[in-house]
């Protein structure tokens, strides 16, 4: 098992466990936001033609998020395996992911739907802090950083990340609900989806998670 999807809205806790998830497996993970993100530090063109929809909370076309995806898959250090935290998140997204992995050496193995009730999302996504350098999350009630303002594992300063406004957030989950939630369908179609309860402590989440990975 070392193929391995973390689907479900923002603010369920992909971010917050997906480097553990890695981990477990000893694999490296992927999140598409983060990747965007990190090209918007760097003003690259990428970050440029990302910042217009990531700012109002809409969805980075296929055709450019698909790209960027398809080049960290297809480096050889993924061969073995990883963990895809925010893609794929639409149909045509998971078609072309489909469409990678069968060039190569083998499809996906698990779909992890994490699911958590929009009222706690809304709670979660207001208190966000994020690092500004390795993009780890922070809560500011639930999982705050052990010297204030400050990331646990880098030091860097950590912020609120300019999508975490209420607008944007509404926006966001509606973007989900139209164009992502399709998703579950179709893995359960392909018999890869698993559903794990996102509610309860970080912790309590990431023991779920490794029992339907053992
Ligand atoms: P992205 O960065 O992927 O954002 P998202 O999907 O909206 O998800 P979040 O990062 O907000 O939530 P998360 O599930 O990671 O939650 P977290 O662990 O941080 O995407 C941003 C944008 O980039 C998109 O809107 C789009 O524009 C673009 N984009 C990205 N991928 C794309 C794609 N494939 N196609 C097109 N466009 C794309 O947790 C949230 C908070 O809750 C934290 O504060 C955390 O500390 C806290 N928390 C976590 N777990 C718990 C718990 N168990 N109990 C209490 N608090 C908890
Ligand atoms: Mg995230
Ligand atoms: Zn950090």
């Known amino acids: 098992m070392k193929k391995v999807v973390l689907l479900g809205a923002p603010g369920v806790g992909k971010g917050t466990q997906a480097a553990q998830v890695a981990k477990y497996l000893d694999v490296n993970c992927m999140a598409s936001g ?10 690259s063109e990428l970050g440029l033609q990302a910042k217009s929809y990531m700012s109002v909370g809409e969805l980075v076309p296929d055709e450019i998020t698909i790209g960027m995806v398809t080049e960290w898959l297809n480096m050889p250090e993924q061969s073995s ?4 935290d ?13 469409n990678v992995l069968n060039n190569g050496t083998g499809g996906l193995d698990l779909v992890i739907h994490i699911v958590v009730p929009v009222s706690e999302l809304i709670d979660r996504l207001s208190g966000r802090y994020i690092c500004t350098k390795c993009q780890k999350p922070y809560h500011i009630v639930s999982s705050p950083p052990l010297i204030k303002n ?7 300063p950590i912020y609120q990340r300019d999508d975490d406004r ?5 926006k966001r989950l509606a973007v989900y609900e139209e164009q992502t939630a399709p998703l579950v369908e179709y893995y359960v179609g392909s018999g890869l989806l698993t559903k794990v309860d ?15 990975l053992a």
Not at 86 to 98: E, M, N, V
């Open 198 to 212: 996102g509610l309860g402590q970080i912790d309590e989440v990431r023991t779920s998670i490794q029992e339907v």
């Open 86 to 98: 925010g893609f794929p998140r639409t149909i045509a997204q998971a078609q072309a992911l489909d």
């Open 34 to 43: 983060d990747l965007f993100r990190d090209h918007l530090s760097r003003e």
């Open 150 to 156: 400050q990331c646990d594992d880098c030091s860097a």
């Open 166 to 170: 209420s607008d944007a957030v509404k």
């Open 81 to 84: 395996g990883f963990v895809l």
